[in-house]
């Protein structure tokens, strides 16, 4: 899976320039704009290796700045309730009993009017989506939540910098897993139904086949948490990436959107399950204090 989505660190790097290079090397080439807009596309560089489906255009700028809004908004709620965890349970790795707290914390989910607004809201911004959104949307579904991240720590890993942390691949997969096992749990208690389940218009067509069994909800959503988890970690040990690692979360987050999967407000009880995550596994890894 990872080489079909070796295009992301193209994608990256073409849209952050050299910043993230050492100086030795070659400065990248600017991103290709699809459109003469204000706004362009980022277009992914070709491929180095051949793959099965290349990363198509990306989702515009315009398109993702309200979902990192709404992600940068959980940090500082999720900073300062962790507090209460460090002051009870001290700073040691104790996954199954941080899983269940955290389940506790999630946000209460939204009343009934507020749904109905998000729905009423979500189905004018899907019949707005042009066929690039739904195909860039659809693309991120597929390959950005399972690989994306990974790729991305290996080149952190590769252009290590004076200061940093190494990240390890092993934690990565537990932020990410931890989060999952969060939301989770908190979908299994609070059973909001996925915008897609409580609106059929909103289904994407082409929604890749998931397994119906139980309620198919999105409050909070995994995909959603698993990124935020993921955007804490590696954004923590190369803090000169968070923008870039906020920038990949919100494409991610934004696809749900525009595939009728999640609304907003289960993408802000998400973000703060994900990072609430990614801040225990730094600590208690013994990359970062309390």
Not at 161 to 176: F, N, S, Y
Request: hydrophobic share 40%; with cysteine; aromatic share 6%.
């Amino acid at each position: 899976m990872l080489v079909t989505v070796i295009g992301i660190v193209a994608i990256i790097l073409g849209l952050t320039g050299s910043n993230y290079l050492p100086t030795t090397a070659k400065p990248k080439a600017a991103p290709t704009k699809a459109t003469p807009t204000p706004s362009p596309r980022v277009t992914a560089a070709a491929d180095p290796l051949p793959t099965t489906e290349p990363a198509p255009p990306l989702l515009d700028r315009s398109d993702i700045d309200p979902v990192a809004t709404l992600v940068s908004e959980q940090q500082d709620q999720a900073a300062t309730l962790l507090k209460t965890w460090w002051n009870t349970h001290g700073t040691d790795v104790d996954d199954d009993a941080f899983v269940t707290w955290a389940s506790q914390q999630i946000p209460a989910a939204p009343t009934s009017f507020t749904r109905s607004q998000e729905l009423s809201e979500l189905a004018t911004r899907v019949r707005s989506r042009s066929p690039e959104d739904l195909k860039a949307a659809r693309w991120l579904d597929r390959h950005a939540d399972a690989d994306g991240w990974e790729l991305l720590r290996k080149q952190q890993a590769a252009l290590h910098a004076a200061g940093d942390d190494m990240p390890a691949a092993k934690e990565l997969r537990t932020a990410v897993d931890l989060a999952s096992r969060v939301a989770k749990l908190g979908s299994q208690r609070v059973s909001v139904p996925a915008p897609y389940v409580a609106n059929a218009a909103l289904r994407d067509n082409q929604k890749a086949a998931k397994s119906t069994a139980g309620c198919p909800c999105s409050y909070p959503s995994q995909i959603v948490a698993r990124s935020a988890a993921a955007r804490r970690y590696l954004g923590d040990l190369s803090t000169h990436r968070r923008a870039e690692y906020l920038w990949f979360e919100a494409q991610v987050d934004t696809s749900q959107l525009l595939r009728g999967q999640a609304a907003p407000s289960d993408i802000s009880a998400s973000a703060f399950i994900g990072d609430l995550v990614g801040r225990y596994v730094l600590v208690t890894r013994g990359h970062a204090k309390p």
